[in-house]
């Protein structure tokens, strides 16, 4: 089985965590979690000064791994809510563009994977059809291609989850399969 679920970029942390609790308890079986869950948005862009920034929505960012240390901060909030709405051995996959293309973004995939205690599969490369030499449905971090897990025909997509390029709402989306 297979779901998704869109958000907008004015949702919040306390919105997004809601939403993925109840889709736990309704959508998988006996409301245990899922085998994989995915989060689609967009990954850190690359900034003029070296820095870092990884946004989930407008409202839910961050800009190093040490803010991951913040039980409050929304970024972990939800990144714990998807890693407990998979099952036990369950992995949680990041379609976030080159989130692991920088030293800060895998400290913060460490972190999270340290906090969580739950696998997190990223890319290095844009994600996405490959359009250009560049994009892939891999997750490099571990190696696995996720296309057929979570889509049918991406034909009709022929882009990637980069930057500015794309719209909030049309590719904010968590996905699942049990």
């Not at 690359?46 to 839910?60: L, N, P, R, V």
């Not at 970024?75 to 692991?100: P, Q």
Request: some cysteine.
């Amino acid at each position: 089985a297979k779901v998704g679920y869109e958000f907008e970029s004015t949702t919040t942390a306390d919105e997004l965590v809601s939403s993925i609790e109840t889709a736990v308890r309704a959508l998988s079986a006996s409301g245990t979690g899922f085998q994989s869950v995915a989060l689609a948005n967009h990954g850190p862009p690359a900034t003029a000064d070296g820095g870092f920034e990884w946004a989930i929505t407008s409202g839910i960012k961050i800009t190093s791994a040490a803010e991951l240390q913040d039980p409050q901060n929304g970024v972990r909030r939800v990144l714990e809510a998807l890693a407990k709405a998979t099952v036990e051995g369950g992995r949680v996959d990041l379609f976030a563009c080159n989130l692991l293309a920088s030293e800060e973004g895998k400290a913060v995939l460490k972190e999270i994977e340290a906090a969580t205690a739950t696998n997190f599969a990223a890319s290095t490369n844009k994600t996405g059809n490959p359009t250009k030499d560049d994009s892939d449905w891999v997750m490099e971090s571990d190696n696995v291609d996720v296309k057929g897990l979570y889509f049918g025909d991406t034909s009709v997509f022929d882009g990637h989850f980069e930057g500015a390029k794309l719209d909030w709402s049309a590719f904010s989306r968590i996905f699942a399969s049990s």
